[in-house]
């Protein structure tokens, strides 16, 4: 499985802009880019995933550098909600129907100050 | 929608005992599900994918006769830790692909385990 790297924690304040960085520079032409996120004592929350072009959603964008080898996932106003682990992982697209498994890294610790 | 539950949340159990943890996917259609443990701490460690009707593939290292998983339906897929030991408590995160959604994967909740 192609890896992923991330920073081990970030920090923000509330309502402000949240730039997370992925680095996945061995990156396939059939990897998805997901992203995921853990409170703690829960299960991940999907977030959001794309391939090349940026993403957009109600939780977050997702922007994919030309290259495909980083991406960054921006949450556009931080809330204390927002304080979590944030996983980006690299998912296979094998064809038709099938998909790879989802293997997790360490993630980046996100802290949101009041 | 897309939701996976999990139950129970938490379970203590005695050592050398054997205890199920059921995944649901409450409104979709599961062909294929996946199981995870998390130590304190730690990140997630894939244990196996369930695919419906048919035997778990396990990753290296996790023993399938310790960890049983049966997925008889499209919309359950149970893991037992059978003989259990102090050493397998641990929180266990099942997830479902959504076909419906793109293949997405929808966690659950989560499991408590704790043997004592």
């Known amino acids: 499985d192609a890896k992923t790297t991330q920073p081990n924690s970030m920090e923000s304040n509330e309502e402000e802009p949240v730039h997370l960085p992925c680095n996945h520079s061995t990156i396939s032409g059939t990897d998805y880019i997901h992203w995921y996120r853990q409170l703690p004592s829960q299960g991940p929350e999907y977030v959001i995933h794309?391939?090349?072009s940026n993403v957009n959603n109600r939780m977050a964008s997702l922007a994919i550098a030309e290259d495909r080898k980083s991406s960054t996932l921006i949450l556009h106003r931080a809330t204390l909600r927002d304080a979590a682990v944030y996983y980006c992982i690299l998912r296979e697209y094998a064809g038709g129907t099938s998909y790879g498994k989802l293997t997790f890294g360490q993630g980046t610790i996100l802290t949101v100050h009041p | 929608g897309a939701v996976v539950s999990q139950h129970p949340s938490w379970v203590i159990c005695k050592s050398g005992t054997s205890v199920k943890i059921e995944c649901r996917s409450l409104d979709f259609q599961a062909t294929t599900m996946f199981w995870y443990r998390q130590f304190p701490k730690q990140s997630l460690m894939l244990m196996a994918t369930s695919n419906e009707g048919s035997k778990a593939t396990y990753e290296q290292g996790v023993e399938k006769d310790k960890f049983l998983i049966n997925h008889a339906s499209l919309t359950l897929s149970t893991l037992t830790v059978t003989s259990a030991h102090p050493e397998d408590s641990s929180f266990y995160i099942c997830?479902?692909?959504?076909?419906?959604?793109?293949?997405?994967?929808?966690f659950g909740e989560g499991s408590w385990l704790t043997v004592v």
């Open positions: 794309g391939l090349t």
């Open positions: 997830s479902a692909s959504n076909r419906g959604k793109g293949n997405t994967i929808y």
